[in-house]
């Protein structure tokens, strides 16, 4: 999954209008809303330096968040105070650019506001703590010489002992199991890279005064997070409850404010079970075309069977990435910019407990440290044999290529590239859509097999590939599912973890891992909602172009105005505003 922060929420005044409405106004004008634009993000940036350093802003180097009660309550106060300000803006005198950048700051001032309030993610949420002293980006990217970037990590974890006296403060007594127990994992996770992986990244310091004062703070903060995961275990796991469902009203806030979506969860709901039956339809068709005298799941788990050992995952993850590069420069599917910088390697030991593969972009503003990350979670040593086999499964020789279309090209790297390239302003390079990001690397993945990759001409080839292609949708369909019926309809996470069993056909390993993800990321259904919303804006699209149409129009267009709400897009793309509210 892109590491965007996914902040972008459709704005309570401003979803479903299509025209500029007057309001009382305190701001009026170009000039003075990028005025008032400016100063949140100064404040914005300046309690989240990580995330300033992750966007390359490094005048953040080495500075935290504040976690205790009293700072939270002044941020909180904070967005409350610009969410009124952008209430009171008239918008009627922005030009259509500000207006549309308008709409993307107060919507993320909103999802601020949601995740402070709704989804509990200082009181009710340890995993927020648990990996709060991420030091990663100062070893991964070379953004400044390495002794100020230990000087750095140094700041980072002397305050580590200051991130888990709050996290202590300000959790509830009782917290939900799943995020406990994640909790824990990130925790130790965390704890075993800073004790190996950045020693050994560290190792050619040769400043001893300095490699002295890391290795007091390494402690500090070593021990600090291993107590924490005691803590957790001794304090927390044992009155933990399953009540991590946010119920319904809050599911209906987090559609609204995330993507503009007006539809209830129940519809939503019966849009993707019916979108389950016709992929798994489209699944089984190809599975007969590869072997017609087996049932389908069997044909998919023998292509299963058809990976690369623990050793090889990686290795052969990269063969194909530069033919995948290829093939969009070839076929004219996308403009492909020149300059790329692209590294495949493991997920990180402190990220594996979340993630299968993911896409790690340096920050829009970096301008040194430029290279981009595709990770993918190898087999943990530990596991039984059949969870080893489980895990392997999902990395068939055809799935591979799918994820790598998805993380890679030209799903989440091509995202980035384009953003880069783009005339994209300031607000739209810092916040993004969470359907629009993840739809946007979900759709590619079913656009590269209606284009051919792959096979050229190979009726059965072809085939694997639609059956792998087909897989991965049933998963994101299966999230969809899951998600709504965990926090509206009461699913358990056993019951989770064998839908995922029953229409994914994969093992109980990463079933349960997907099921685990959706107690805590209820917003992973957005997966399949911005794929489908993209597939709707270019059927419309493609009507109004006529002859004009081509598939690398359509998809530069699709991303070269920042990462917005799919129906702000629309807005853009579309000349008829009749249209514009009909997304999905």
């Not at 009155?239 to 519809?267: D, F, H, Q, R, W």
């Not at 799935?399 to 090209?409: P, R, S, V, W």
């Not at 917005?564 to 999905?584: F, G, N, Y």
């Amino acid at each position: 999954m892109k590491k965007f922060s996914f902040l972008i929420v459709a704005s309570l005044l401003f979803v479903g209008c299509d025209e500029h409405k007057p309001a009382q106004s305190s701001v009026s004008g170009d000039a003075a809303f990028q005025k008032l634009a400016d100063d949140y993000l100064t404040g914005y940036l300046a309690w989240r330096p990580a995330n300033g350093v992750a966007l390359g802003y490094h005048q953040y180097d080495g500075k935290v968040t504040d976690l205790s009660k009293e700072s939270l309550g002044k941020e909180l106060g904070r967005l409350k105070d610009y969410d009124q300000k952008l209430t009171a803006t008239d918008t009627t005198s922005l030009s259509a650019k500000a207006f549309y950048d308008f709409r993307i700051l107060h919507s993320a001032i909103k999802n601020e506001i949601f995740t402070f309030e709704d989804m509990g993610t200082y009181d009710r949420n340890p995993m927020t703590y648990a990996g709060a002293v991420d030091i990663s980006i100062y070893i991964k990217r070379d953004f400044a010489p390495l002794e100020d970037r230990v000087k750095s990590i140094i700041a980072i974890e002397k305050n580590a002992p200051n991130v888990f006296a709050a996290a202590k403060a300000n959790l509830k007594d009782t917290l939900a199991k799943p995020y406990v127990e994640t909790a824990i994992q990130i925790a130790q996770g965390t704890a075993d890279f800073l004790n190996h992986d950045l020693k050994i990244a560290l190792k050619d310091v040769k400043n001893d005064t300095l490699m002295k004062a890391f290795n007091a703070a390494n402690k500090t903060a070593v021990d600090a997070i291993n107590g924490y995961a005691a803590w957790l275990q001794k304090e927390k796991l044992p009155k933990a409850n399953n009540k991590y469902a946010i119920g319904e009203a809050s599911y209906k806030k987090m559609l609204l404010y995330s993507e503009g979506v007006t539809l209830s969860p129940e519809k939503i709901l019966e849009i993707g079970l019916a979108e389950l039956k016709k992929q798994q339809a489209v699944f089984n068709a190809a599975a007969k075309t590869i072997n017609p005298n087996k049932k389908p799941i069997d044909v998919y788990h023998d292509l299963q069977k058809d990976h690369p050992t623990a050793e090889a995952l990686i290795p052969d993850a990269k063969k194909n990435v530069e033919a995948i590069r290829k093939f969009l420069t070839d076929k004219s599917i996308v403009t492909m910019p020149a300059n790329v910088n692209l590294k495949v390697t493991e997920t990180p030991q402190y990220a594996r407990a979340t993630s299968t593969a993911s896409n790690d972009d340096p920050g829009p503003f970096e301008t040194k440290a430029t290279e981009a990350f595709y990770y993918i979670t190898p087999v943990d040593p530990k596991w039984t044999p059949q969870q080893k086999e489980d895990w392997l499964a999902q990395f068939d020789y055809y799935t591979t290529d799918n994820i790598t279309i998805h993380e890679a090209y030209p799903g989440h790297y091509t995202q980035f590239l384009h953003l880069n390239a783009s005339g994209a302003t300031r607000i739209e390079k810092i916040f993004g859509s969470y359907a629009y990001i993840e739809g946007w690397a979900h759709y590619c993945e079913q656009m590269m097999a209606d284009e051919g990759y792959g096979h050229n001409g190979d009726t059965v080839l072809a085939a694997k590939y639609r059956l792998a292609q087909t897989g991965d949708a049933l998963l994101r369909l299966c999230r969809l599912c899951v998600s709504i019926k965990t926090h509206c309809q009461g699913m358990n996470l056993k019951d989770g973890t064998q839908f995922f069993m029953d229409n994914w056909y994969q093992g109980e390993k990463p079933s349960y891992q997907e099921a685990l993800r959706g107690t805590f990321d209820p917003g992973y259904l957005f997966y399949t909602i911005g794929k489908l919303e993209i597939l709707k804006l270019r059927d419309d699209y493609k009507k109004q172009e006529g002859a004009n149409f081509s598939l690398k129009k359509f998809h530069d267009e699709v991303l070269n105005h920042g990462m917005p709400q799919i129906r702000l897009l629309r807005e853009v793309m579309l000349k008829d505003s009749s249209t514009w509210k009909d997304a999905l």
